[in-house]
């Protein structure tokens, strides 16, 4: 899939490992993930694959800059038939933070889950305090349906802390995409 200034490719290289597995030393990096405290832990490139691997009907797809540099991925995943499939995006390089690409990354996603593969909603998961993710969720349509508190633990303000989840949706004939 490719976007202005992007291009999503299917599945995950060795390399794409490597440079996954510096990226999450940073704990900038991966402090509002779900599992960010276990990530911390992650030492080689099995443990990367194992976790990724647990998730077993999850799609991948690597984000690339337009110099074809590896930036991040972005999934779908916990389908339930042709009705709901679950939405993730990781920008690890913070070089492209605050530039407009995980708008980008999410509009081709949903594009694909909609009009490719079918899907009636996307539902996605972040931290409450990720403020500016969910401010580009709602900005390309996701709604606010659930906060389940204190369910996880992540890195806020330079310390780990409780923080609750915020569940967002969108359904197919709310989505109106911000490229094509």
């Not at 704990?27 to 992650?42: C, P, Q």
């Amino acid at each position: 899939m490719k976007g202005k200034r992007i291009c999503l490719k299917a599945g995950l290289t060795e390399e794409n490992y490597s440079l996954f597995l510096k990226w999450l030393s940073d704990i900038e990096i991966i402090g509002y993930l779900y599992s960010a405290k276990r990530m911390v832990d992650f030492k080689t490139i099995a443990d990367i694959k194992n976790f990724l691997a647990e998730e077993e009907d999850e799609m991948f797809w690597g984000i690339y800059a337009e110099d074809d540099a590896f930036i991040g991925y972005a999934s779908l995943c916990s389908f339930q038939g042709k009705e709901q499939c679950e939405f993730n995006i990781f920008i690890l390089d913070k070089n492209y933070w605050g530039k407009g690409i995980g708008m980008e990354v999410t509009s081709l996603m949903l594009n694909y889950a909609f009009n490719e593969l079918g899907m009636e909603k996307v539902v996605l998961e972040t931290s409450e305090f990720h403020q500016s993710a969910i401010r580009l969720y709602e900005k390309v349509g996701f709604k606010k349906i659930e906060v389940i508190p204190n369910d996880r633990t992540v890195f806020h303000n330079g310390e780990w802390v409780l923080s609750g989840s915020v569940i967002m949706k969108i359904e197919k004939n709310n989505f109106h995409s911000l490229l094509f």
